[in-house]
């Protein structure tokens, strides 16, 4: 890239002797000089190249240098030029001004104050020259990197395009490869479905048979005590449904999924039920935990789905039956190679045929399975080793082929004592009528049948109800003025606005109002609800809990309307 222009010196001096004085200098040390008449010229001389300038001062003074500064300006990154300046003895204020903004301007600037022996004046040019030698290598470097990289990138261009014509038919058998391992998978799910819903069906069955029963000889019976215990039985049934269906969601993750502090014992006691039909009738489960068992800080729901995975393993390991004994101990300072500190050690025993080393080496393995094609996916494991990891623990696993397999799950202990009132994951008490009037409300709900119930409960609570069966029409009600102190809304809806999208839509057009979501199925509603602010009621609940809920969605309002004010 180097031309003969970069080796040469420019002089523009255009009063008196100094340019051709000093343009034989240089060209006495075999440096090549070209003198420049004009300001112009000197701009078109560094354009074809230049090693240095040397300026007198006077040829700049009254004169509109913008064409040299901003030819300096533009200057690409790796350059530099150095520019020699011939001054005076002139010390005038102003004159020492103008200095200034000239070295500012041209920046790589050094000031030689005549008269100049011409050996110094020599001397400063071979050493501008050989500092611009070296950003003209700076540039060469970056232009043969560029040309480097731009051969690499064709390099990468040939290599890609012969890659994509090798690996068509990789591609193929990719494709086929996952199209079986989508039907393996789908099968797996249809299969694991099937193992629980089998265990559910029949006892959803004897629900809905005590409640659709009690509801017909409800009007059957005239006697207040035969009709109090239909009321009781048809009471308890939906506790065990909504039981039930809520252990069920958490077992598919369709919940809000938080660590907090657990009471172990409380926790996997209440899963007896979903266990018991899960496993075989051969197979029974045990619970062994001591009073004194800390509490520790895991997310509930996970840690039900690890002891139902650990479950069904230690079933399938048993196929002539037996027992699976689930139990915690406390393990005070403990310390191994993975973890330090206080520990609740949970351990799932079971007497089945165990598994060999090999085998157990590669047990966490995801997709890694020894159950026959359809049998099993190879998850549950690596579900059970991802839990205790990202919970501060770990996992150990002992087995021996012909004497059984102990899991035990290292889970930290909290800080925080545990809730030692059970919560109740539905409450069915008779709500008190208020009669004196609570305030009017807006009722979003499209299920028709779940309207009507609804708009019941909230009159017995002593509140005018409006219903909107969609997102849309609540909205018109709300733009017609209609008097309303909190709207109630389903999550799921028809339409393309869910409720969580309509709770967003009234806080932009009205901040003031308090919202109320309720679901049955939230999934991710629920994350989507914290964010803006507005709280969700699950299904099923009584008239207590919504009285509770509506109270609360009116505090929870005041604060963000005194902020608004």
């Known amino acids: 890239m180097s031309t003969e222009g970069d080796q040469r010196v420019l002089v523009f001096a255009p009063i008196g002797r100094d340019g051709p004085a000093s343009a034989e200098l240089f060209r006495s040390a075999r440096i090549d000089a070209a003198v420049c008449s004009s300001l112009s010229d000197l701009i078109v001389q560094l354009r074809q190249g230049v090693g240095a300038v040397v300026i007198a001062e006077e040829g700049l003074f009254a004169t509109d240098a913008e064409p040299l500064t901003e030819w300096v300006a533009r200057q690409p990154p790796w350059s ?26 041209l920046r790589n600037v050094s000031l030689l104050e005549r008269p100049i022996q011409p050996i110094t004046l020599l001397s400063a040019v071979q050493s501008a020259m050989r500092a ?15 040309q480097a990289a731009q051969e690499l990138e064709r390099l990468v261009v040939e290599r890609t395009r012969a890659l994509a014509e090798s690996n068509e038919h990789l591609r193929v058998e990719m494709a086929e490869r996952a199209q079986v391992e989508e039907t393996l998978r789908q099968a797996q799910k249809i299969e694991a479905i099937g193992r629980l819903t089998g265990g559910v069906a029949h006892d959803f069955n004897n629900l809905l048979m005590v409640i ?23 009471i308890q049934a939906a506790q065990r449904g909504a039981s039930l269906t809520r252990q069920l969601l958490a077992f598919s993750r369709r919940q809000e999924l938080r660590p907090e502090p657990v009471d172990i014992a ?12 899960s ?40 196929p002539t039956g037996g027992t699976i004994l689930v139990r915690g101990e406390n393990l ?14 949970l351990s799932v025993v079971d007497s089945g045929t165990g598994m060999s080393e090999d085998v157990r080496l590669r047990v966490f393995e995801p ?17 059970v080793y991802g839990f205790s990891k990202q919970s501060r623990g770990t996992v150990r696993i002992e087995s021996e082929l012909g004497r059984g397999t102990t899991i035990a799950l290292y889970l930290p202990r909290s800080a925080h004592a545990a809730s030692t009132s059970r919560r109740h994951l539905v409450d069915f008490h008779h709500a008190s009528a208020r009669h004196h ?63 969580v999208e309509l709770a967003r839509e009234i806080q932009k057009r009205r901040g003031d109002m308090p919202i109320l979501l309720t679901s049955g199925y939230s999934g991710t509603a629920v994350h989507a609800a914290r964010e803006a602010g507005v709280r969700i009621l699950s299904k099923p609940y009584g008239v207590d809990e919504l009285a509770a809920a509506i109270d609360a969605a009116k505090t929870e309002s005041v604060p963000s309307r005194a902020r608004s004010s």
């Open 437 to 499: 009037a609570q305030g009017r409300i807006l009722l979003v709900e499209d299920d028709a049948e779940v309207a009507a119930l609804v708009s019941e409960m909230l009159r017995q609570l002593g509140y005018e109800v409006t219903h909107a069966a969609s997102a849309a029409a609540a909205l018109g009600a709300l733009a017609d003025g209609r008097a309303v102190d909190l709207v109630f809304s389903d999550v799921m809806m028809p339409g393309g606005m869910n409720g």
């Open 367 to 383: 997709f890694f399975t020894t159950k026959d094609i359809g049998k099993g996916s190879g998850l549950g494991l690596a579900q």
């Open 80 to 105: 530099d030029l150095p520019f020699i300046v011939l001054t005076s003895h002139r010390e005038q204020p102003a004159v020492v001004a103008w200095r200034r903004d000239l070295v500012t301007a």
């Open 266 to 277: 409380r926790q996997i006691g209440g899963m007896r039920e979903l266990l018991d039909r």
């Open 132 to 146: 611009r030698r070296r950003q003209y290598e700076i540039r060469a470097l970056i232009h043969a990197r560029e």
């Open 332 to 345: 005070a300072n403990w310390r191994d190679d993975e973890i330090s500190g206080d520990f609740v050690r």
């Open 212 to 234: 659709s029963g009690g509801l017909d000889m409800l009007d059957r019976q005239s006697d207040p005590a035969r009709r109090r215990r239909l009321m009781d039985g048809m």
């Open 279 to 318: 496993l075989r009738g051969d197979v029974h489960v045990q619970f062994e935990f001591p009073d004194a068992l800390w509490p520790v800080e895991v997310d509930p729901g996970e840690l039900e789905l690890v002891v139902l995975n650990l479950a069904v393993n230690a079933r399938d390991a048993m």
